[in-house]
């Protein structure tokens, strides 16, 4: 397959992203969603009113540096000013609809957007340092239907927008209380985002890149691209694509080395085999020791975790900057799998790592709400055509 994202698949892939898109950011009453607009789109908006440039910088300011989801907080714009533009738009965020703590502290939020659907986010705390991961949907639902995830037996109801991805993450900040205080202290709880939620990321790639640039905005969130990781069940042409115009860190779910076995648990490696999905690997833009891919493996009771397994994963990874996420698997109400003994576990691990390659294994966080990975899925609905 060539580097390049043919014309046929690009406008498939698009046709499929505009059956699946998100609603309008305008509210029924007219106003408009600041949150999701890029700067050039906020400047457009901000000049439609008659206002000066300077404005962009201003607003953009207080919604992502600030955390402001009034006018009114934004006490360097006059009064006036403040009322012009709460007539106008709207600085929007998901509503937590419910809100579930884990015993290991690991919290999940369920998020429902103005459309009344809904998707779930996961806060993961290190346990070691006072900061963590935010795992964020990309999706509501999902197409792929891997056989081991949750997430795969519901179906795509649609894309995330923009505004609903970054605005999982600025709500999570909003309940820890991460925004600046008054004396301009900045807390760093939700120091790292993934990309691991909901959904495939590479099929709502506009979305998911339009959100990540706004939260990689230095006057913004500024969380930088190093702190960013992007996962994908192996979306092959679009991961040049996220390469070439991101840059953030690439996980790949692979949890197969064969391709009659990854055919059954990743139904995508039917389009997309092992030989193109590896390829795109070594090929993804700024692969290297300092910044490896990460090959997400769930360990299966007698499915992939013999030691054949492991030294072809070995081989299938060979020269590769990368390490391994070896994933006990987290069982979910109707799953016909069993995680993988200890023992299958550490040999697995010894093999892969004997071979120069980290492999830690995944310590599981969430269970017991499910919120581990492959444990997320929402009751929403694709609504039936009129």
Aim: positive net charge; aromatic residues 6%.
């Amino acid at each position: 397959m060539s580097q390049a994202l043919s014309e046929a698949e690009r406008a498939r892939i698009l046709a499929k992203s505009a059956v699946f898109a998100p609603p309008s950011a305008v509210l029924p009453d007219g106003r408009r969603d600041l949150v999701g607009l890029s700067r050039d789109e906020l400047a457009e908006a901000l000049a439609e009113l008659g206002e000066k440039p300077f404005r962009t910088r201003q607003l953009w300011h207080w919604i992502y540096h600030q955390g402001a989801t009034e006018f009114s907080l934004m006490s360097s714009i006059a009064r006036p000013l403040q009322e012009k533009l709460a007539g106008q738009f709207v600085i929007g965020r998901p509503h937590a609809a419910a809100v579930q703590t884990s015993a290991d502290a690991t919290r999940k939020f369920l998020f429902r957007f103005r459309d009344g659907q809904e998707a779930e986010t996961v806060y993961i705390p290190d346990p070691v340092e006072d900061r963590g991961s935010v795992c964020l949907s990309s999706q509501i639902g999902c197409t792929l239907s891997c056989r081991f995830c949750h997430t795969g037996t519901q179906a795509l109801v649609r894309n995330l927008g923009a505004a609903e991805i970054v605005g999982q993450f600025m709500a999570v900040r909003d309940a820890y209380g991460e925004w600046p205080s008054p004396k301009g202290e900045t807390p760093r709880l939700l120091s790292t985002i993934v990309l691991m939620g909901m959904g495939e990321p590479l099929y709502n790639f506009d979305n998911v890149a339009k959100a990540m640039t706004i939260v990689m905005d230095h006057e913004g969130i500024a969380l930088s691209r190093r702190r960013i990781t992007l996962s994908t069940s192996g979306v092959v042409p679009m991961m040049d694509r996220a390469g070439a115009e991101l840059g953030v860190n690439l996980a790949v779910s692979l949890h197969a080395v064969r391709d009659e076995l990854r055919d059954e648990l990743v139904p995508l490696n039917r389009k997309y085999p092992l030989a193109e999905l590896i390829a795109a690997c070594r090929r993804y833009p700024g692969a290297s020791n300092a910044r490896r891919i990460t090959f997400e493996y769930v360990m299966l009771r007698d499915v992939n975790d013999s030691e054949a397994d492991a030294k072809e994963l070995v081989r299938v990874i060979a020269g590769i900057p990368a390490k391994v996420n070896l994933i006990p698997f987290n069982p979910w109400p109707g799953s016909r799998f069993e995680p993988s003994t200890p023992k299958a576990l550490q040999r697995f691990a010894k093999i892969v790592m004997d071979a120069g390659f980290a492999s830690p294994v995944r310590t599981p966080r969430g269970r017991d709400i499910l919120a581990a990975c492959g444990q997320l899925r929402t009751e929403s609905r694709r609504a039936r055509a009129a």
